[in-house]
């Protein structure tokens, strides 16, 4: 199966990600003054901020020991797997690509054909990595998917019918934090069948005590490059900077009380009325619109909440400094 013609890409788009679909979202977020975080990742300025941001504080990059758990758990998976086994690689939520990239060099030899669909709710980050993997390895098919994720439960059936015969390797990394467990776990479970394979990442609350962990990493995100990249979204809709600041803080999840995530709010200061369409958005002084917020996860926590979604982790990988986890999962 070839994607290229030409110098061309064919890429799929779900109707969750056209374009009627993607403006009454962005309306709705305005509106109700929570931003949905696909519109953080919308435009290639977005996504290159982004990737700056992940270069500069991911675990997944910056620290060795992490790098290796990656590596770890992709050898474990290939040893998993008979030598003949076609595979598809399905990357929810694949960013830019590096980790999927690294998990196809643990997968390719010449006697197995692999599908890679990179998929995300950003078409510059869905191309960034499937052509990623092209570069590096052309044998590989290749399908990239814009959608969102939430609203394409039925993606799957499409998945299954492209990939009969095909053993399903199904990643997620560095997404769950950015959903409310109720929101996304259904979903996942949905995407698992038997005998398919998860590997998944959650950013981790490192040391004994929780809520002490997650301060010491909270710099992660408290910092100028993530603030600039978060207020992108409001300046493009015709927000001043001057008019307000983004503030973080720490939030306990209301139908998971052991979880905790970092939160980030950009606080009103002055009265702002924003005209989207034919719509008035009026933000009044002292109102805190929600931008952002990411979950902290110990093993634990994270094994026990999968486990209501009859997903069960059946090994995984730590960094020493316990700050970024990786999982191999399947569906019981």
């Keep these: 199966m070839s994607t290229m013609s030409n110098g061309f890409e064919k890429v799929y788009v779900h109707p969750s990600q056209f374009p009627n679909k993607i403006y009454q979202d962005y309306l709705d977020c305005f509106s109700v003054g929570k931003i949905n975080h696909k519109f953080h990742y919308d435009t290639v300025k ?55 990239h690294l998990l ?42 814009v959608c969102d ?23 997620f990394f560095g997404m769950i934090p950015n959903f409310t467990p109720d929101e996304i776990l259904p979903i996942l479970s949905n995407f698992l069948q038997p005998g398919d394979i998860l590997l998944m990442s959650a950013n981790l609350s490192p040391g004994d005590d929780y809520l002490t962990g997650i301060n010491k990493i909270l710099p992660q995100y408290d910092n100028e490059l993530t603030k600039d990249w978060l207020m992108t979204v409001l300046v493009d809709a015709g927000i001043n900077p001057d008019h307000g600041n983004i503030k973080f803080s720490l939030k306990d999840d209301p139908n998971h009380q052991e979880l905790t995530r970092i939160n980030a709010q950009f606080q009103v200061e002055t009265n702002i009325d924003l005209k989207l369409d034919d719509q008035i958005i009026h933000w009044k002084n002292g109102d805190q619109i929600q931008l952002f917020f990411s979950y902290r996860y110990t093993t634990a926590k994270l094994q026990n909440i999968l486990k209501q979604y009859d997903i069960i982790i059946l090994d995984y990988w730590e960094g020493a400094n316990q700050e970024e986890g990786v999982y191999f999962c399947q569906k019981i």
């Design 46 to 100: 977005q996504s290159q901020k982004w990737l700056k941001i992940h270069e500069y504080y991911s675990p997944a990059r910056t620290n060795d020991d992490c790098i290796n758990a990656y590596a770890v758990c992709f050898q474990k998976t290939a040893e998993f797997l008979d030598i003949n086994t076609n595979i598809q690689v399905i990357g929810l939520g694949c960013g830019g690509g590096a980790k999927d």
């Design 104 to 145: 196809v060099s643990y997968l390719f030899n010449t006697q197995r054909e692999i599908i890679y669909y990179p998929i995300d709710v950003s078409l510059s980050l869905a191309l960034i990595s499937g052509q990623k993997i092209r570069e590096s390895y052309p044998q590989v098919s290749i399908q990239p998917i």
């Design 149 to 171: 994720l939430p609203c394409a439960d039925d993606l799957i059936l499409h998945l299954h019918d492209q990939g009969e015969g095909h053993r399903k390797i199904i990643t």
